[in-house]
């Protein structure tokens, strides 16, 4: 028998969850899609290690012996926890500024302001990290130069550059700037959507403004800031691009350069190298995950309140027009100096410490835009990251509701086997569709199925740690009250929870379609010669050609990204006027 908690005014949700109910055919739909991406994972594992460890019909742990016998792998593991943990920290702080300062203070600037720390992303990071090449080299690089410069008319001169991006400090300085993109999509929609009233009712209680920060704001977004903590995590530990283009030179490794190593750059490929490390990568992300995993399952905390819930903006007063500057600085930091370099190197055609402009012309965008392969591409790229951000995006949403409904155990199974393929690692997963899809029965190797189940299977723990936090976020009186009246399930998740989810999960679609527009790791291993996509393109002009061709197809590919994103944020702009209609409803 169903009680009313009468003092509360609405159903007890321990006794909703705990009363019998058949299963619905939401239900049923949401764990035969659970079942599909977890199978998918479970097999292309399963053929890796079939392939690896069973040799002739025998069980040998060679890899592992091998793997661990590896020189310098105590250094690798140690360079690549620190340029990850040291990036995560400054995008956290700089993103969860950022989106303080958009969302919570008079301080915005529009859409602008929305576009401010996500624009770097739109720079593939393979483009991004050559821009940043071309700019700090500590001989070449355009600002270093510039910097030179300006202390020689102050009568200093000095051999010092202002940033070598050959080290340590330059790998991280990158890494952060990207990272702050992710942190930033997943705070900044639990702080638009946050109750000022908890915050006005804390500072009438006496609390100062730093404890009503503490006590109040950072506990109700906490699963949003470990979201995009985690987010960038798993994603900076199986990056290939930055530590390809930057490390490499400097001769610093990290874990997923030294994968992809294994899978490319020797010969025979050593895939029992690849798959070692590739296990070291696992058992870092899978412990980052538990700790995820538990604090948001302990979070009792809900930035979408119902009715009467709204947010009002932070005062800077006189700090308004420095804060305002500050961020259109960090907008040219970050995104108009590097592609700016991309195209001086692609409009001059060349990479020289002096820029020769009396060579400067659009020929080369004419050549590239002509090229029948170039437009398969950008055509085949396009179609394949639409598609694939709206399916993930949906699934994703459909199954984070789902496990927040479910059982503690069957939940949990399906959490983990949404988060797998992150912990797994990018190039082991390539590796095990290829031996799951490319021969018999399936016959897809160098088609664009094949790359589109690569790039689903590799994007959904991505879209996944979104769709939780956006969950979390979403208190859960306006769902049962549907159920209440009679809705279905599909009925509730169309017209109540999806529109609720819609700011949040907007920022999660923006990752999954620029992510698969640029793509460098699956469309190196998987793409076709009749099936060219822009990553693979963009790897072989940097092998293969010069830095303006790479100049000149990253700068074409910046621009459609550039429009996508911008369509999307104010999309998720505008859909935030649903969430804010339904809950006043």
């Known amino acids: 028998m169903t009680t009313l908690s009468m003092g509360r005014g609405r159903v007890h ?3 909703l969850r705990n009363a019998p109910r058949r299963m619905s055919s939401f239900s049923a739909f949401s764990l035969i899609l659970a079942a599909a991406v977890i199978l998918l994972t479970v097999v292309s594992l399963g053929m890796v290690i079939v392939k690896l460890f069973i040799v002739n019909g025998s069980f040998t742990i060679e890899p ?93 001169h000095t051999g010092k550059p202002l940033m070598d991006i050959y080290s340590w400090h330059g790998m991280v300085f990158v890494f952060s700037i990207y990272g702050v993109a992710f942190t930033y999509m997943m705070i900044a929609p639990a702080l638009r959507t946050f109750d000022s009233n908890l ?21 109700a977004v906490m699963p949003a800031v470990i979201a995009g903590a985690l987010l960038w995590i798993w994603i900076a530990l199986v990056t290939v691009d930055i530590p390809m283009v930057i490390g490499t030179p400097a001769n610093i490794h990290m874990l997923s350069t030294e994968v992809v190593a294994a899978l490319r750059q020797t010969f025979p490929v050593d895939r029992a190298l690849a798959v070692g490390l590739s296990s070291i990568v696992a058992m870092i992300v899978m412990a980052v995950w538990l700790i995820h995993h538990r604090v948001m399952h302990s979070q009792r905390n809900s930035t979408i309140g119902s009715k009467g819930s709204r947010t009002a903006p932070v005062e800077l007063g006189r700090w308004r027009t420095p804060v305002r500057v500050a961020m259109l600085g960090y907008m040219g930091l970050t995104t108009v100096l590097p592609f700016g370099a991309l195209m001086v190197v692609a409009v001059t055609g060349s990479w020289q410490p002096t820029i020769h402009w009396s060579s400067a012309s659009f020929d080369r965008f004419k050549e590239l835009l002509s090229n029948s392969a170039t437009q398969a591409g950008l055509r085949n790229s396009l179609v394949l990251a639409l598609v694939a951000a709206t399916l993930v995006v949906l699934v994703t949403c459909v199954l984070s509701l789902y496990v927040r409904r479910a059982g503690r155990l069957t939940g949990g199974i399906i959490d983990a086997g949404l988060k797998l393929p992150g912990a797994l690692g990018a190039p082991v997963l390539v590796v095990g569709i290829l031996l799951t899809f490319s021969g018999s029965p ?23 740690i979104a769709s939780d936090a956006a969950v979390a976020g979403v208190g859960e009186e306006l769902m049962e009250a549907s159920s209440i009246a009679g809705a279905g399930e599909l009925h509730t998740f169309r017209r109540v929870a999806l529109p609720l989810l819609i700011p949040g999960m907007v920022g999660a679609w923006a990752i999954v379609f620029v992510r698969v527009m ?14 060219p996509v822009i990553g693979s393109q963009l790897i072989d002009a940097q092998q293969s050609g010069t830095p303006a061709d790479v100049a000149a197809l990253a700068s074409v590919l910046t621009l459609i990204s550039a429009v996508t994103l911008l369509i999307a944020v104010w999309y998720g702009r505008y859909s935030s006027r649903w969430t804010a209609a339904v809950t006043r409803s």
């Open 199 to 219: 915050e006005e009712q804390s500072r009438v209680s006496g609390a100062s403004g730093l404890k009503t920060m503490v006590r109040v704001t950072l506990p």
């Open 442 to 464: 399936f016959w897809l190797a160098g088609t664009l199925t094949i790359l589109f189940f690569g790039y689903v299977l590799l994007c959904v723990p991505n879209a996944s």
């Open 64 to 156: 592992l012996r091998h793997t661990l016998t590896t020189p310098h792998l105590t250094s690798t593991i140690t360079t690549t926890l620190s340029v990850v943990i040291a990036s995560t920290v400054i995008a956290v702080a700089v993103g969860g500024g950022l989106a303080w300062l958009n969302e919570r203070t008079d301080g915005r600037m529009g859409l602008l302001s929305d576009l401010l720390p996500m624009v770097p992303f739109l720079l593939p990071p393979v483009a991004g990290s050559m821009g940043w090449m071309m700019l700090l080299a500590p001989k070449a690089g355009y600002l270093n130069n510039a910097w030179w410069w300006l202390l020689e008319r102050f009568g200093i």
């Open 13 to 15: 949700r321990r006794t």
């Open 518 to 531: 640029g793509d460098v790791t699956v469309s190196s291993l998987l793409a076709g010669v009749g099936n």
